[in-house]
């Protein structure tokens, strides 16, 4: 888990932003800033979050 969040909620909502940016950036701007890989490593950490805490997820 990084440093500035400390609660699995913050790091899920940190984790859901940061998707987002880079679905934007990658989707509609076609101006990738990470790296496939990074991007995936980002949405595992999201999907094992969840996994691990049922009541954070989202339909999204």
Known sequence: MS???SK???RVAEL?????RH????YVLD???ISDTEYDALLNELRELEA???DLR???
């Open 3 to 5: 440093g500035a969040a």
């Open 8 to 10: 699995p909620g913050d």
């Open 16 to 20: 859901r932003r940061l998707l987002e």
């Open 23 to 26: 679905n934007h950036r990658y």
């Open 31 to 33: 101006d990738p800033e």
């Open 52 to 54: 691990a805490n049922p």
């Open 58 to 60: 989202t339909a999204d």
